[in-house]
């Protein structure tokens, strides 16, 4: 982990546009479901991103034969080649989406050894929805020495009700399902784009999902998957949301190509009503920013409400609005730690438990902020895109987890950002 730090001289106008990559939390779920078909896949439009490496890492390791050209977008998994069925801890550290690879690998081998996944700064992330619904299906689990031990001789579908909405719990399941003997119906599931499109990736190498995003899936278990065509992944709804977000802040004028416009209705939304502009075709989104903006409160929500990934940059936005703004963090605990770093940089914010309430500032200033995990990261671009000065970010490798060139694609719209190793 390098202590490379972002330099953003704040004050340029976003104009321009700007093409969407694929969708990191489609990609981290689609490349382990790789693991269950008998034939080779071929996934397209992956971000070049640090958690697809760590996936390609991760598949390697376990014996898969990955050919991935990072730049081209495209991967082909041979699954066929794999001879463990255990995720190592430096491995799966990196990235909480390695829990995952319980329910890939308990379906195609009826064994799992993957470390419990960490907490982080977003708060405790348990898994126990994911390990209910393991059992459930027949599995036998075990929790030792910080690893998850699941077995089985063979899943069985059954009905499974979970406690929570999980995007991670959901997408477990329906891993560990596809292979399961009968019908699995998961009810209280979770309905982000991203299940959708996991749901569409399983049903091109033969298994019959229905319902997915809606809160009923049904799974039927099928044991002979095979790929028969390349798949390529949906577009990244969150790296959409953090362009509109920027191209607002800097009161420009974007247009982001290769979106999924009704993905971003909330936060369009929520845009609007602050007196932004945003319009919308098939497949791009135009964001429009000239005056000051009215504050607005929000409250983060499953899908299809405010998504909790947009929350920290959206408050970027809110620091310089015109009046008292609200913020609810609903899904995690302890997503606000970004909000002492803009304090840095001239927010006005109070936080009580779960609520952030932030009184709009004429003017951001620059300084040396801190990001502590990806979207916190994201909101200190945006920050400091709007600020009056040079703003240094450090940890700058919370970033490059989850977007792909995000410099160069701000630099592209007029933005001036560059990257050092003091
Ligand atoms: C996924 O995390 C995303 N990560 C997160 O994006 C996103 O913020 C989150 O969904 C919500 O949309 C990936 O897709 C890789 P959850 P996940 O299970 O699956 C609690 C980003 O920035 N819970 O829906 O971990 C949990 O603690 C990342 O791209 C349990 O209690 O989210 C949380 O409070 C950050 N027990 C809430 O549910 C469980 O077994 C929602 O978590 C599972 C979850």
Redesign the pocket.
């Known amino acids: 982990m390098s202590d490379e730090r972002m330099l953003i001289v704040g004050g340029h106008r976003l104009e321009g546009t700007v093409h969407v990559s694929g969708a990191?939390?489609s990609a981290?779920?689609i490349i382990p479901a790789a693991i269950l078909s008998d034939t080779p896949c071929v996934i397209e439009n992956l971000p070049n991103i640090e958690?697809v490496r760590v996936s390609v890492e991760t598949l390697r390791y376990l014996g898969a034969t990955v050919d991935w050209q990072p730049e081209s977008g495209t991967m082909s998994i041979d699954a066929s080649t794999i001879t463990r069925t255990e995720v190592p801890l430096e491995l799966s550290r990196k990235?909480?989406?390695s829990s995952y690879y319980i329910g890939a690998l308990l379906a195609r081998f009826g064994e799992a050894r993957v470390p419990m996944p960490g907490g982080c700064d977003?708060?405790?992330?348990?898994?126990?929805?994911?390990?209910?619904g393991m059992r459930a299906l027949g599995a036998a689990v075990e929790t030792s020495y910080g690893m998850v031990v699941a077995e089985t001789n063979g899943l069985v579908g059954t009905d499974i009700f979970m406690?929570?909405?999980?995007?991670?719990?959901?997408?477990n399941v329906m891993l560990a399902a596809t292979r399961a003997e009968g019908i699995t119906i998961i009810h209280n599931a979770?309905k982000?784009p991203?299940i959708v499109d996991l749901a569409n990736f399983l049903g091109s190498i033969g298994c019959r999902v229905k319902g997915a995003g809606t809160d009923t899936i049904r799974i039927r278990g099928n044991r002979g998957l095979s790929a028969r065509r390349p798949y390529a992944i949906i577009p990244d709804q969150?790296e959409t949301g953090t362009l509109m977000i920027a191209a607002a802040g800097t009161h420009g004028d974007v247009t982001i190509t290769g979106c999924i416009p009704t993905h971003m209705e909330a936060l369009t939304a929520k845009l609007l009503e602050m007196g932004a502009r945003v319009d919308e075709k098939d497949d791009a989104i135009r964001v429009r920013s000239l005056g000051a903006h009215r504050p607005v409160s929000f409250k983060t929500q499953?899908?299809p409400g405010f998504?909790?990934?947009l929350q920290q940059p959206m408050s970027a936005l809110l620091c310089t609005a015109a009046g008292t703004s609200r913020v609810v963090e609903n899904?995690?605990?302890s997503r606000f730690r970004h909000l002492a770093e803009m304090e840095r940089m001239g927010a006005n914010v109070r936080v009580y438990e779960q609520t952030a309430v932030i009184e709009g500032v004429p003017q951001l200033h620059a300084a040396a902020v801190e990001a502590s995990?990806?979207?916190a990261g994201a909101a200190l671009v945006i920050a400091g895109l709007m600020a009056h000065g040079t703003t240094e970010i450090y940890n700058t490798h919370y970033i490059d987890r989850?977007y792909e060139h995000l410099e160069t694609k701000l630099n592209s719209l007029g933005a001036e950002i560059s990257r050092f190793i003091p």
Not at 122 to 132: A, F, M, S, V
Request: charged share 30%; hydrophobic share 40%.
């Open positions: 990191k939390n981290v779920a958690d990235m909480r989406a977003i708060g405790r992330r348990p898994i126990d929805q994911h390990l209910k406690d929570m909405v999980t995007v991670g719990g959901t997408i979770a982000e991203h969150i499953v899908y998504p909790t990934d899904i995690f605990e995990d990806l979207r989850g």
